[in-house]
């Protein structure tokens, strides 16, 4: 099966600030990879699928990028609704697998 | 617009089972794949299996292979979830999910797009 990785566990940023969550898979998955949102309580929401492509409706705000084994999330300026854990998803293969999820957190 | 509409809450014995399920509407099981999506209180999202949108074959997580069994009855856009010989690690919320993907240059790309609200089981004796 192919793992996932995903880095920071844990983040912890101001409104405002530039954030970057990191997904690493233990082998090559060219560009199929997803990110998903889940806020506390609630079901996760898909974001960007693709590597980098914005699912309809996503703000702007959030980008993604990558290919082969390395990915980013990045959140270019992070809003208080964007409190959340993250996670990334790998469908290249099945089993399809998940990162462990980044929770970010606001100062 | 494609809905998910999942079972309500079960409370198991170790041993039992229980079967989730899960109506569509807005598209039809056959026009779409279906996938099973858990994640146990407090931890992280896991794949339990689904159909292969390349062939449509059910194809289920080694972790769980011999406990689950996925079925779909297209008359009524019903998919099932039964897991059997539960034990307390079962305690979990269950999400089905459609999927959805398009193709480019030769290859297919797939994501989870649309998902349920969660089934909460719970194993307790």
């Known amino acids: 099966d192919i793992q996932m990785t995903q880095s920071p566990a844990t983040l912890s940023a101001s409104v405002g600030d530039r954030v970057t969550i990191t997904c690493r898979a233990t082998?090559?998955?060219?560009?199929?990879l997803n990110w998903y949102q889940q806020k506390p309580g609630k079901v996760p929401k898909l974001l960007i699928h693709t590597a980098s492509s914005l699912q309809s409706g996503v703000p702007s705000r959030f980008s993604g990028g990558g290919s082969g084994t390395d990915f980013t999330l990045t959140i270019s300026s992070l809003e208080l609704e964007d409190c959340a854990t993250y996670y990334c998803q790998q469908s290249y293969t099945t089993p399809w697998t998940f990162g462990q999820g980044t929770k970010v957190e606001i100062k | 617009q494609v809905r998910l509409v999942q079972s309500g809450a079960e409370v198991k014995k170790p041993g039992a089972s229980v079967k989730v399920s899960c109506k569509l509407s807005g598209n039809t099981l056959s026009e779409t794949s279906m996938h099973w999506v858990r994640q146990a209180p407090g931890k992280g999202l896991e794949w339990m299996g689904g159909s292969d949108p390349e062939d449509a074959k059910t194809i289920y997580a080694q972790k769980f292979q011999g406990r689950v069994t996925m079925t779909e009855d297209t008359s009524t856009d019903t998919a099932y979830m039964e897991l059997s010989g539960l034990r307390s690690e079962d305690t979990a919320v269950y999400y089905c999910?459609?999927?959805?993907?398009?193709?480019?240059?030769?290859?297919?790309?797939?994501?989870?797009?649309?998902w349920g609200k969660g089934t909460t089981v719970t194993v307790s004796s």
């Open positions: 082998q090559s998955i060219s560009r199929y």
């Open positions: 999910v459609a999927d959805d993907g398009y193709c480019s240059g030769g290859s297919c790309f797939y994501y989870l797009d649309v």
